[in-house]
Nanobody, 121 residues
Framework: QVQLQESGPGLVKPSQTLSLTCTVS??????????WSWIRQPPGKGLEWMGV???????YYSPSLKSRTSISRDTFKNQLSLQLSSVTPEDTAVYYC?????????????WGQGTQVTVSS
């Protein structure tokens, strides 16, 4: 049983960098051919895919967010990280880390519980 748990501050000020961590247990983030994505859901809107780090460490980002988004990992701690710079109130959302069966399949078999992040002064 794979479990994912997001953590990080729930409140971020505009122009700052949002930083979240996803701790994975029950499975290695380096195992072929899984991919690990960050997605978010703003209030009243649908899910938005932000980016992914594939099992081999390759990263890909949504075109609308790639200039501000950085996804990384710590293989020793089995953790994923998300950084979103220059945040605005429009970045307020519930943020999830998820496991994809394979890159570009968008078949998420495991989800974190999600963490609410509010961008406000």
């Amino acid at each position: 049983q794979v479990q994912l748990q997001e953590s990080g501050p729930g409140l971020v000020k505009p122009s700052q960098t949002l930083s979240l961590t996803c701790t994975v247990s029950g499975g290695s983030i380096t195992t072929s051919y899984y991919a690990w994505s960050w997605i978010r859901q703003p209030p009243g809107k649908g899910l938005e895919w932000m980016g992914v780090i594939v099992y081999d460490g390759t990263t890909y980002y949504s075109p609308s967010l790639k200039s501000r988004t950085s996804i990384s990992r710590d293989t020793f701690k089995n953790q994923l990280s998300l950084q979103l710079s220059s945040v605005t109130p429009e970045d307020t959302a519930v943020y999830y880390c998820v496991r994809d069966l394979r890159w570009r399949t968008w078949s998420y078999d495991y989800w974190g519980q999600g963490t609410q992040v509010t961008v406000s002064s």
